[in-house]
């Protein structure tokens, strides 16, 4: 339930700069294209379920909002945003078309702030669940599969293609789970946040917007969480490799 609201020009011009230094690396290393190919169906699948996760939470809540408008599906074509989806193909960071949500109409058992932080919780919460899927899934593949198939073309591929669905889901996960404004990470923490705290949040987004996507482009931002989704990752791995 990730959104920039920023304006378009602004908008334009970072994804510009983004897009000039995809090309450089690709230009660099040929053999980035192929891995962002690979990695396709991968943000498909991560992006179409982190927020078909939001709308359905939302509808258990007793929100109506995702449903009367159609997201409530698995068809990728609902869910992506064209900019967001190309963000995290080339910058490794990126966002669906967001689901919208109505915390008025959650059920009075819980507080709306409650509420939220639930809704907010439950894309990350489905990538790490589709990565520990897709690890299980792999490792059953490695056991079962003949050598002939693991050798060849086809299962190279799809075995590539598995490791980076399972990469993408935790990064995705990770990545919206930091609690900066607006990822979902800023909504979970707000039942717990002091009421200046939650204030200060609330009125500074827009800073928080354009501090973010300057860490992330010089860097910063990447050299904090890409150690923690590699040492995710490669848990998943290896406990599928004693498990299984």
Same mark, same amino acid.
């Given at each position: ?6 304006? &378009?020009?602004?908008?334009? #011009?970072?994804?510009?700069?983004? !897009?000039? *230094?995809? *090309?450089?690396?690709?230009?660099? $290393? =040929?053999?980035q ?5 690979? +990695? ?9 379920f ?31 945003? =064209? *900019? ?14 967001? !689901?919208?949500?109505? =915390?008025? $109409?959650?059920? &009075?058992?819980?507080s ?14 489905? $990538?790490?669940?589709? %990565? ?32 980076? %669905? #399972? ?6 996960? !990770?990545?919206?789970?930091?609690p900066?404004? =607006?990822?979902?990470?800023?909504? #979970? #923490? ?6 200046? %705290? ?7 987004e827009?800073?928080?917007?354009? !501090?973010?996507?300057?860490?992330? *482009? ?7 969480? +890409? ?14 490799? &004693?498990?299984?």
């Open positions: 339930m990730f959104n920039f609201s920023l304006d &378009r020009k602004t908008m334009n #011009i970072l994804i510009a700069i983004m !897009v000039g *230094i995809a *090309i450089m690396q690709f230009i660099a $290393n =040929p053999n294209l192929l891995s962002l190919l690979l +990695s396709v169906p991968g943000v498909l699948i991560a992006i179409t982190h927020e078909f996760a939001h709308g359905y939470i939302a509808y258990k809540l007793g929100d109506n909002t995702a449903k009367n408008q159609g997201r409530l599906t698995l068809n990728p074509l609902d869910h992506l945003d =064209p *900019i967001g989806s190309l963000m995290l193909l080339i910058a490794g960071f990126g966002w669906g078309k967001p !689901v919208e949500v109505n =915390p008025r $109409n959650y059920t &009075r058992k819980i709306m702030e409650t509420g939220e932080a639930i809704v907010s919780a439950a894309g990350p919460i489905m $990538n790490f669940l589709l %990565a520990i899927i897709f690890t299980i899934i792999y490792f059953l593949i490695y056991k079962f599969a003949g050598g002939a198939f693991l050798s060849g073309t086809i299962g190279k591929v799809i075995m590539t293609l598995i490791l980076y %669905a #399972i990469s993408i889901n935790v990064g995705l996960g !990770v990545f919206n789970l930091l900066l404004p =607006p990822l979902d990470g800023s909504k #979970i #923490i707000m039942p717990f946040l002091p009421s200046k %705290a939650k204030a200060f949040f609330v009125n500074n827009q800073i928080f917007y354009i !501090v973010f996507v300057l860490l992330w *482009i010089t860097g910063i931002a990447g050299s904090i969480i +890409s150690p923690l989704i590699s040492w995710i990752t490669n848990g998943l791995l290896n406990l599928g490799n &004693r498990i299984i």
